[in-house]
């Protein structure tokens, strides 16, 4: 852990380094904030958990015991007013550009991070009164480091096949050459202004919007979902309570949230305060997909019932697999609305209806789990 804190620190203070000096160096664009959110967001969160993680190294070390995870997490209120006051701030900063390379990151750092943090502090408060918060910190870390690492490997080698597959359909086009030097024109644009306007007519093709629905809904689901709570499935299965499972799977989702909202939120810095609520259902269903996750690894490892495992994957890949999917249909349906059709407003408004059902769905399952986890401890 004190390695871990260590390296986290080391990365966090160059992170910061770089968040300082970019602004002074490269010119004022778009395409450079978008690369100071990211050393900002960085360096705060490997700071900021860097100490954590030291904190509770150095205890170990001494010999304390961990306090109860319940003690160190606010009331969730805290958490919705100091998300609502971060986004705020992130349009004030955001819209007063001498300060905006400066002044925006951090608040960016906080809209990613304190939704997956609220919801794991609803389930501290509810199972982690006797769960200790070291072991909620290897688990947050896994999620958060270990699980977006290998989700982010095996994704960008699927990714690389499609690429060359849909390279090779492209030379075969009698056009292609013209195809592709439009296409790089119209991405160095989208880049250089954050306006992706540009690329509604390549996203609006069926075949391109099939292969990013192939993508996202059917593949990436079933290696998040595998990969993000298997922490959980180290439980020694003599100590372990339902409770400890559920919690630490939480955990999980939730690093594996923050680190994901503080890449995914800053792709469009244009459309910052839509994609940072989005991302709040994102953050829900990775969360619920971990609680769901860690109650199979618990009846798999502690009541040797694998096939609770196998049906809890299966319900998390597919409802991981509804949300992108919805999200990108709305997605798509956003870029349509430049033509201002009354077709493409009724299908924004119906994925958008999806969308939300599918947030509240989600919120009830975890809910439900967290409930039915408490019950069965008292």
């Known amino acids: 852990m004190l390695v871990l804190a260590a390296l986290l620190l080391l990365c966090g203070l160059c992170s910061a380094l770089f968040y300082v000096v970019l602004p002074l160096v490269a010119r004022a664009n778009p395409s450079n904030l978008q690369a100071n959110v990211i050393c900002g967001s960085t360096a705060g969160f490997g700071l900021l958990f860097g100490i954590a993680l030291l904190w509770q190294g150095l205890n170990a070390v001494r010999g304390r015991t961990s306090i109860s995870s319940a003690r160190v997490f606010p009331r969730l209120i805290v958490f919705v007013l100091a998300f609502i006051g971060a986004i705020l701030l992130g349009l004030g900063t955001l819209a007063f550009q001498p300060i905006t390379a400066y002044a925006f990151p951090p608040w960016h750092f906080f809209a990613a991070s304190l939704p997956p943090l609220a919801l794991l502090a609803y389930g501290a408060h509810r199972l982690g009164q006797s769960s200790g918060l070291r072991a909620l910190l290897v688990s947050f870390s896994w999620g958060a480091l270990v699980a977006t690492a290998l989700a982010f490997i095996i994704e960008i080698l699927i990714a690389f096949v499609f690429v060359v597959i849909a390279a090779v359909i492209i030379a075969s086009l009698p056009n292609s050459r013209a195809l592709l030097e439009q296409m790089q024109a119209q991405l160095r644009l989208a880049q250089r202004t954050q306006d992706f306007s540009a690329l509604s007519q390549w996203y609006s093709n069926p075949a391109v919007l099939a292969g990013v629905l192939l993508y996202f809904a059917v593949i990436v689901p079933p290696i998040e979902e595998a990969v993000k709570a298997l922490v959980v499935g180290f439980i020694n299965p003599k100590q372990t309570r339902a409770a400890d499972a559920v919690l630490w799977g939480m955990a999980a989702g939730a690093g594996f949230a923050v680190i994901e909202n503080m890449f995914n939120a800053s792709v469009g810095l244009a459309i910052w305060a839509p994609l940072v609520l989005l991302r709040v259902g994102a953050a829900i269903v990775h969360v619920a997909n971990g609680a769901n996750m860690g109650r199979g690894w618990y009846a798999a490892r ?21 949300w992108n ?36 769905l989600a919120s009830l399952g975890l809910v439900w789990i967290v409930y039915q986890v408490r019950k069965s401890v008292n």
């Open 325 to 360: 999917g919805t999200a990108i249909m709305l997605s798509n349906n956003g870029f349509n609305l430049a033509l201002n059709s009354a077709a493409a407003t009724a299908s924004t408004l119906l994925t958008g209806a999806l969308l939300l059902i599918l947030f509240i």
């Open 302 to 322: 502690v009541e040797r019932r694998w096939g609770k495992l196998f049906s809890a994957y299966l319900v998390s890949v597919l409802y991981h697999a509804l």
